[in-house]
Nanobody, 118 residues
Framework: QVQFVESGGGLVQPGGSLRLSCVVSGIRLIMYGMGWYRQAPGKARELVASIPWDGPRNYADSVKGRFTISRDTEKKTVYLHMNSLKPEDTAVYFC????????????WGQGTQVTVSS
């Protein structure tokens, strides 16, 4: 059974930083491209950062230069380092395996709430 457990969210002031973690079980990280997604109230879920099993990382234009995705295959964990946070980054953040999402077969974890506000 594939599972994703996200953590690390919280309330942060504009300009602040957070590091999100996603512990993955049921698949081998090295075999899958992984992504961080977010869903703001009233909006569709969007892919904000991805790390393929090989090749360059990709970022949505809205987070480019501020967010960094990484993974530790030994710890079975994917990270999202977020700097210079803005109020529009407020959302619930999820991780998932991109091929599973693309095929429509993904199950989602509970996510972690990020709130950027003064």
């Amino acid at each position: 059974q594939v599972q994703f457990v996200e953590s690390g969210g919280g309330l942060v002031q504009p300009g602040g930083s957070l590091r999100l973690s996603c512990v993955v079980s049921g698949i081998r990280l090295i075999m899958y491209g992984m992504g961080w997604y977010r869903q703001a109230p009233g909006k569709a879920r969007e892919l904000v950062a991805s790390i393929p099993w090989d090749g360059p990382r990709n970022y949505a234009d809205s987070v480019k230069g501020r967010f960094t995705i990484s993974r530790d295959t030994e710890k079975k964990t994917v990270y999202l380092h977020m700097n210079s946070l803005k109020p529009e980054d407020t959302a619930v953040y999820f991780c998932n395996a991109i091929p599973l999402v693309t095929s429509g077969g993904a199950s989602w974890g509970q996510g972690t709430q990020v709130t950027v506000s003064s």
